[in-house]
């Protein structure tokens, strides 16, 4: 070997002139940036900066033009839709690089469909949660089992960021629902195949839970259609908080407070997920506005609030769901849903 060459830095005219390799490390490390914070939070840290900005991003796709023109949830490479914070995370991002496709790829699924990732794209964070078993000793030298929940994170490229893949895979989605009359025929049979008592009346929409019903204007009160229907999917996701049901507390006592300011967080993402499983658009209420000071103090104060809180919505809307195939009947158990992450 040259002298010069057996250097632990070599000259410019001894390295390789072969174009660096790309590979699933180096796009790692971009998508989890120089800093390694915490999984909590760096999702945290993104929800508090959206909601700064005055931008709720569970309310906001469509406006990018994400998914062309088409409110629903992110989805996996096989199609399946992500849930819970995942939700959250990859239509915050999608609303900030105006991504235009609904479908994410992790570096591994693209290369085994003989596709790539563009040369200097950045990844996304999303998670998931799991449990492992330590064994520990009591103070009576008896050996006990204790699950310890924990979440690590992978990242994940949108359809925009990836080449070559097969022409399906760049295709424009086209509606479930053929046009707007099924659209609103479609909602109306899930709402009312809920079995929640739901009052159309009055000028103002609510969950009373001592009376356990929902009050909501009637459907010619509403701007269109689809406002109507995303109002009662928000008071529907209250409805699951009776104790008959979820159970869904967080210590309110009265209006305003933290457990209040949480529930309705709740009810907001609930509402939001439902409505990207029935293809509506969901309505920005302008009254909820005064929400955003105080949910900024929740988020603030504990990383794990908005993991919590979209945690608890996807098992609201996953509650709602399971109703269209249990026989309507809101009084039995709490049917087998996801555990709340932890």
């Known amino acids: 070997m040259h002298s010069s060459c057996a250097k632990r830095r070599r000259p410019l005219s001894c390295r390789?002139?072969?174009?660096?390799?790309?590979?699933?490390?180096?796009f790692n490390s971009r998508a989890e940036g120089e800093e390694r914070q915490d999984v909590y939070e760096r999702v945290t840290a993104r929800i508090v900066a959206d909601l700064e900005k005055g931008v709720r991003p569970w309310n906001q796709p469509w406006n990018s033009g994400s998914s062309e023109g088409r409110f629903i949830r992110p989805l996996r490479h096989n199609g399946m839709p992500y849930s819970g914070i995942n939700v959250l995370m990859l239509w915050s991002i999608a609303l900030e690089r105006g991504y235009g496709s609904p479908m994410w790829v992790t570096f591994k699924q693209a290369?085994?469909?003989?596709?790539?990732?563009?040369?200097?794209?950045?990844?996304?964070?999303?998670?998931?949660?799991?449990?492992?078993?330590?064994?520990?000793?009591t103070e009576a030298g008896e050996a006990v089992d204790r699950e310890i929940p924990f979440l690590k994170g992978y990242t994940v490229f949108n359809i925009e960021?990836?080449?070559?893949?097969?022409?399906?895979?760049y295709a424009k989605p086209e509606p479930k629902l053929?046009?707007?009359?099924?659209?609103?025929?479609?909602?109306?049979?899930?709402?009312?195949?809920?079995?929640?008592?739901?009052?159309?009346?009055?000028?103002?929409?609510?969950?009373?839970?001592?009376?356990?019903?929902?009050?909501?204007?009637p459907i010619e009160?509403?701007?269109?259609?689809?406002?109507?229907?995303?109002t009662l999917a928000h008071e529907a996701t209250h409805w699951t908080s009776h104790p008959n049901r979820l159970a869904r507390d967080f210590g309110r006592k009265s209006w305003g407070d933290e457990g209040y300011a949480i529930e309705e967080l709740v009810a907001e993402l609930g509402a939001a997920f439902l409505c990207a499983d029935l293809e509506i658009t969901p309505e920005v209420r302008e009254?909820?506005?005064?929400?955003?000071?105080?949910?900024?103090?929740?988020?603030?104060?504990?990383?794990?609030?908005?993991?919590?809180?979209?945690?608890?919505?996807?098992?609201?809307?996953?509650?709602?769901?399971?109703l269209q195939q249990a026989g309507s009947?809101?009084?039995n158990e709490p049917l087998d849903t996801p555990k709340v992450v932890p």
């Open 161 to 169: 960021q990836i080449e070559d893949l097969p022409a399906h895979y």
């Open 221 to 230: 009160a509403f701007p269109n259609a689809e406002e109507y229907y995303s």
């Open 111 to 137: 290369q085994e469909l003989s596709a790539h990732v563009r040369i200097g794209e950045k990844g996304s964070l999303v998670v998931y949660a799991n449990r492992l078993t330590k064994t520990e000793t």
């Open 329 to 331: 009947d809101p009084t």
């Open 287 to 322: 009254d909820h506005a005064a929400y955003i000071s105080s949910w900024l103090k929740v988020l603030k104060g504990d990383k794990r609030a908005i993991f919590s809180a979209a945690s608890h919505a996807q098992r609201a809307a996953d509650y709602l769901h399971n």
């Open 178 to 217: 053929a046009n707007p009359i099924q659209r609103i025929d479609h909602a109306e049979h899930f709402f009312a195949s809920t079995g929640a008592d739901i009052r159309q009346r009055g000028g103002r929409a609510f969950y009373t839970p001592g009376a356990d019903y929902i009050q909501i204007p």
């Open 16 to 26: 390789p002139t072969t174009r660096r390799r790309v590979t699933k490390r180096n």
